[in-house]
């Protein structure tokens, strides 16, 4: 998306959501190249995380160039 990842006005609190409109999570955080999900909000209460570069658009939420089922079966799972 951003020839700078780091320049991408991604907050936490901010919603995430896959091309499809589905909701995936929370950011809870940017950590190095990858936004760090919320566990308080993920069925299995564990964190996640996706690369930035995932990230189609940003807008008043996070949307990614993938459907959510893609996204969540390929985001790593954080313990």
Same mark, same amino acid.
């Given at each position: &998306?951003?020839?700078?990842? #780091?320049?991408?006005?991604?907050?936490? *609190? &901010?919603? =995430?959501? *896959?091309?499809? *409109?589905?909701?995936? *999570?929370?950011? !809870?955080?940017?950590?190095?190249? #990858?936004?760090?999900? %919320?566990?308080?909000? %993920?069925?299995?209460?564990? #964190?996640? $995380?996706?690369? @930035?570069? +995932?990230?189609?658009?940003? %807008?008043?939420? =996070? #949307? @990614?160039?993938? %459907? $959510?089922? !893609?996204? &969540?079966?390929? +985001?790593?799972? @954080?313990?």
């Amino acid at each position: &998306m951003a020839d700078n990842e #780091q320049d991408l006005p991604i907050r936490p *609190g &901010m919603t =995430v959501v *896959g091309s499809d *409109g589905a909701d995936i *999570g929370t950011v !809870e955080r940017i950590r190095r190249d #990858q936004i760090i999900l %919320s566990a308080e909000d %993920s069925d299995d209460e564990l #964190q996640h $995380a996706i690369p @930035l570069d +995932w990230v189609e658009r940003v %807008s008043d939420e =996070v #949307q @990614l160039d993938r %459907s $959510a089922d !893609e996204a &969540m079966e390929e +985001w790593e799972e @954080l313990a």
